[in-house]
T-cell receptor, first 111, second 113 residues
Framework: KQEVTQIPAALSVPEGENLVLNCSFTDSAIYNLQWFRQDPGKGLTSLLLIQSSQREQTSGRLNASLDKSSGRSTLYIAASQPGDSATYLCAFLSGTYKYIFGTGTRLKVLA | SAVISQKPSRDICQRGTSLTIQCQVDSQVTMMFWYRQQPGQSLTLIATANQGSEATYESGFVIDKFPISRPNLTFSTLTVSNMSPEDSSIYLC??????????FGPGTRLTVT
């Protein structure tokens, strides 16, 4: 069974800190990996998409990397802000063309 | 990219009734997906809906409980039938656009009493 694990499950940090969120998956045969943000009670907002042939993607203060051989992806958030508080989900597109979602990391950035 | 809207945004329903959730996309897409997110949980895929064919359901989800329609390339509905409190969740539709990037609607928050 394909599984996606995110560590830590919850994180509380003071404003300005640089953060690393981890995502590990058991199936190395992935087509891509996507990071999402979800605010409480809301839908998902796409942050970054990494194709299987790529190793990383950057958007503003966000950087995501992908290491298929080790089954890991990391999301790096630079200079965190209170507005970054949300749940962050990773998901990969499997060989059966289905997205498998991680368990999520609940982030709280304190002002 | 794709912009997705869902109706209703939230609803409170009584046990034994049914609710139909609508999903509208601003562009034509081949595949639409329906997910359930139970309180405090991650997303679970209910089914994949392709235009012109029957939806494909994941293990644990059946058509009688979650009938899906896909009448055209921009619209789909999911019905939650004969609801029980265990069906209280956020229901999300999504689509895949260029490069297989997935986009989500704002979700429908369902509470069953």
């Amino acid at each position: 069974k394909q599984e996606v694990t995110q560590i830590p499950a919850a994180l509380s940090v003071p404003e300005g800190e640089n953060l690393v969120l981890n995502c590990s998956f058991t199936d190395s045969a992935i087509y891509n990996l996507q990071w999402f943000r979800q605010d409480p009670g809301k839908g998902l907002t796409s942050l970054l998409l990494i194709q299987s042939s790529q190793r990383e993607q950057t958007s503003g203060r966000l950087n995501a990397s992908l290491d298929k051989s080790s089954g890991r992806s990391t999301l790096y958030i630079a200079a965190s802000q209170p507005g970054d508080s949300a749940t962050y989900l990773c998901a990969f597109l499997s060989g059966t063309y289905k997205y498998i979602f991680g368990t999520g990391t609940r982030l709280k950035v304190l002002a | 990219s794709a912009v997705i809207s869902q109706k209703p945004s939230r609803d409170i329903c009584q046990r034994g009734t049914s609710l139909t959730i609508q999903c509208q996309v601003d562009s034509q897409v081949t595949m639409m997906f329906w997910y359930r997110q139970q309180p405090g949980q991650s997303l679970t895929l209910i089914a994949t809906a392709n235009q012109g064919s029957e939806a494909t359901y994941e293990s644990g989800f059946v058509i009688d409980k979650f009938p899906i329609s896909r009448p055209n390339l921009t619209f789909s509905t999911l019905t939650v039938s004969n609801m029980s409190p265990e069906d209280s969740s956020i229901y999300l539709c999504s689509v895949s656009a260029g490069g297989d990037e997935q986009y989500f609607g704002p979700g429908t928050r369902l509470t069953v009493t």
